[in-house]
Structures are given as C-alpha cells and as structure tokens.
C-alpha cells in the first residue's frame, strides 16, 4: 500500500501502457465455429452475468497458425470465486496460481481472472516471492491491459472475443506471430527469474510451433539455468511431458541442450552425453525419434519409458563401475545403481510412483529377455510390461547394441503359432547346452558394448 502511495506521490505512471491494436474478425480470419463450443458457453455465461471474458493463450494462437489447439483458455475479469459461482461444473485449483477448471466431460476449459503487477497488492498473501525473484503466490487481480503484460511471450497475448468477433493486441503478438518469433514480454531475465520455467516454455514453443526465439529471450536462459533448482520437482515433471509429448522431443532435446537446460532436468544423462560414449548419443537421440513418430501414429508413450530411455546411459555407467571398480556381482550392481540414478533424477524432476514401478520393470526386463529356455518366453509375453521392455530391446539395438538378433527372434516369437513358438524355443538348444550361454548372456546383457 505505501508503495503505491508513494509510486503514485513519486508522478511514476501505474500502468504505462498504450491502448490496444483492436483487428476486426474480417483481418485475422478467426471464426467463433473454430472455437471449442464449451470455451464459448463458459464466455457468454460470463459475458450475460456482466464480466468481461475472452479467449487467450494457444488456442487463440493455434488457430491463426491453422494448427490444431491443445485446449482453450479463458481470461476474465471474474474472480475466481465469481466464476465458480456461475457454474456447476466448476472448481477452483492451484495456490501459487489460482485458476478455475469448469468440467465438460473430459474437456475441461481454463478460467484464468486478469493477472496485475505485484505491486499493486494490497494483501501479501496474494503475492509472495522468494529470495531469487520468484513467484510463490501470483493472485494478484488485475485488469485486461495488466493481464497481458503478465503473460510470457507476445503470441500468447492475443484476446479474442467471440461476441464481436475482435482480436486485441497489446504487445505486438501478431507481428509476431507473422514474424514466427517468440518473444518474451518484458525484460526477460526479470520474466525468468519470476518464473524459471518460462525457460522451458520458450523452447517449447519454437520447437513445437518452429519458431525462431529473439536474441533478448534467448541470451539469458544459459545464465539463469541453475534457476530451475528451485522450481518444484512436480511441477517440473509436468513440464517435462509437455516437453517430451508435443511430438517435436527431438528438436526440443537439441535446443534444451543448446540452452543448457537439459542438465537441470536430466543432470545425469546430459553428464553421460557429454563424457560417454557415441552409443548414449545415438541412444537418447533415437529414443526421442521413436517417441515423436509413435506421437505421430496416434500410438500411447507412457512418461515410464522416457524415463527409462534417459536414464539407461547413466544406469548403465554406475553399474560398469560397480562391476568392475568394487568386483560387485551384476544384479547387486544394478539394484545399487538403480538406486543412486532414480535418486538423483528424483531431486530434480519427480517421477510419480506410477511411472517408477513401470521404469524399473522395463530395465528389469532387460535381464530377463535373453533368457528364453523352457517356458520362460512364454511367460514374459504374459507380463503387463513385456511390449515396452520389448520397444526398448528394439531402441537399444538401433542405437547399436550388438544383441546377438535377441530383437528379431521377439518379433518373430510374437507374430508366430502356437506350434511354431515351440519349435523357437526348441532351436534355441536343449536346457543342459543352454545353461551355458545362460550364464554368459547374463553377464553381458545389461552393458552396453561401448564404454564411456
Ligand atoms: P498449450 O496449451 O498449447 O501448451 P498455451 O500457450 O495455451 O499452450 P498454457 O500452459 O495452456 O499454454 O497457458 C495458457 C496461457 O497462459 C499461455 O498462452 C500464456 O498466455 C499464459 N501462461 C501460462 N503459463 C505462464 C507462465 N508461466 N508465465 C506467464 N504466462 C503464462
Ligand atoms: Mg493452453
């Protein structure tokens, strides 16, 4: 409060901002039919019960980039107790950053209340920072011109209103947008030390959309990276699907590293790239591939296998080093090395115990897979984790593993009878010949051939 007195004693303007650039429907070729009609009920129910209320964020975006939006978000100047109130189907979540969720089946359209500069709070339990700069709690309300200094980059900044069919610019979002530039609002070492995974959004966007950043928004990431230290390890796992699940994780993976970010969310893998062999690069790179094609095909990727796919070359280097520094005996090393890698990736990101359990099965199934003797393959067919154990055997070969065809002989074994997958298993050799290579194979099969 006494700073705003004194700001204003001081005759330093609140809000220096210009009147918006107002695009009429017929120059930015949006029509309300592309809007999801649920993000439109929720508008004219806030705009009937006096509140102004708009589209923003991707969906606006999208849709002039004629892509396919992920959701709608709503900006009003509705509370968010106000709009709870005008729907059944609503709810308020989050406490750093208080939004409402109204629920339409399985879609669900963000209502976000105008955001304003902190220093015009008048309650400290709206606005809290850290020591750093970083936004704790960011509640404070404000009106359309603040909300959209608020936002990250210009081309998030578009307001569409669907009753006039208007597009408001107040920060240059559709040159932008036509430039195919991300650009940060603000100064953006400010917006970064504020919210350090604005860094990650701003890779984000150009990989996902193939824009270029500017100069301003890139330059400071690389110096800010050790930020994202003190973002939440859940609220970064979000992040990281996001980063991973957009179908662009290759581009997405080049420029996180490029900007150093990479090591603040996976320091051990960006430690194995940097110092380990040519495989781990061939390896975590193809595995980005597959998942961007599988993303492509419409097909499932669960969090779990990424996991294990960035986790498997420092796994892999702890358990050499087990091995061969302390003599361990190999499934010691591994339970040992498993260990220290899921910790150290669980003080940066978290991996809920849902993707964890699915992550060790998938190594654990590596082990398992050689051994095909009696009726050992046909049980692991059985097992819940066998087909992503088998994709990773199959992504591990492509990044040059020598397996001996362990991949081809589980793609036959699968497409085969009943009579035929009897006849596999006899060829592989009678139990007293295999216990042999059993034992051999055990051996080798978790290292891969190159060392770092
Ligand atoms: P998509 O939904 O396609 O991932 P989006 O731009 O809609 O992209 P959301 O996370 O849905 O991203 O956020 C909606 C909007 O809220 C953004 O477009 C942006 O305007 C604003 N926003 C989101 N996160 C932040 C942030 N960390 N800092 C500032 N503004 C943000
Ligand atoms: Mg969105």
Redesign the pocket.
């Known amino acids: 409060m006494l700073n705003r007195l004194l700001k204003l004693l001081s005759g330093k303007p609140q809000n220096k901002m210009s009147p918006p650039k107002i695009i009429p429907a017929s120059n930015h070729g949006l029509r309300k039919a592309q809007f999801s009609p649920n993000a439109l009920k929720v508008i004219d129910k806030l705009q009937e019960a006096g509140f102004s209320a708009f589209l ?4 606006v ?2 849709l002039l980039l004629k892509g396919q ?5 709503v ?1 009003t100047n509705a509370t968010p107790e106000e709009t709870r109130k005008l729907f059944r189907n609503a709810m308020i979540i989050g406490r750093r ?1 208080r939004i409402v969720h109204v629920r339409f089946g399985r879609e669900i359209i ?1 209502v ?1 209340t105008f955001r304003a500069h902190h220093d015009q709070s008048v309650d400290p339990k709206d606005a809290e920072q850290s020591h750093t700069g970083m936004l704790l709690r960011d509640n404070v309300y404000g009106d359309i011109q603040s909300d959209a200094v ?4 210009s ?3 578009l307001y569409y209103d669907p009753s006039n069919g208007n597009l408001l610019d107040y920060t240059n979002g559709l040159e932008d947008l036509n430039r195919r530039v991300i650009q940060m ?1 603000g100064d953006p070492e400010a ?1 970064y030390r ?2 350090p ?2 860094m990650l ?1 701003a890779i ?2 150009s990989a ?1 959309l193939g824009f270029a950043m500017t100069d301003s928004t890139a330059e400071p990431i690389k110096r800010l990276a050790s930020l994202m230290s003190h973002v939440p390890p859940a609220r970064l796992f979000e992040e990281v699907l ?1 980063l991973m699940l ?1 179908g662009s994780a290759t581009v997405t993976l080049e420029l996180l590293r490029e900007h150093g970010l990479f090591e603040a969310l996976f320091p051990g893998t960006e430690q194995s790239l940097q110092k380990g062999s040519e495989f781990n690069m061939r390896f975590v790179t193809q595995a980005v591939l597959n998942t961007d094609k599988r993303i492509r095909q419409d097909k499932k990727v669960t969090p779990a296998f990424i996991y294990a796919a960035f986790l498997w070359p420092p796994l892999q280097a702890a358990i050499r080093k087990l091995v061969h520094d302390s003599k361990m005996p190999l499934v010691e090393a591994m339970q040992r090395a498993e260990q220290g890698v899921i910790s150290q990736q669980l003080s940066c990101t978290a991996l809920p115990k849902r993707f964890l359990i699915p992550m060790r099965e998938i190594w654990a199934l590596q082990l398992r897979l050689p051994r095909r003797e009696g009726r050992k393959a046909f049980a692991l067919l059985e097992h819940p984790r066998f087909r992503a154990a088998y994709d990773f055997l199959l992504l591990r070969e492509q990044a040059g593993e020598q397996l001996d065809g362990l991949g081809v002989w589980w793609t036959q074994f699968q497409d085969a009878n009943e009579e035929m997958r009897e006849q596999m298993v006899k060829d592989l050799g009678s139990p007293q010949r295999q216990r042999r290579p059993r034992r051999r194979s055990t051996k080798s099969t978790p290292t891969p051939p190159a060392t770092p």
């Open positions: 923003v964020g991707g969906g975006r999208d939006p992920k959701d709608f978000d900006a950053f963000e976000t608020r936002r990250d980059f081309v998030n900044a609002i917006r504020e919210d995974v604005r959004r984000r966007f996902k996001k957009n």
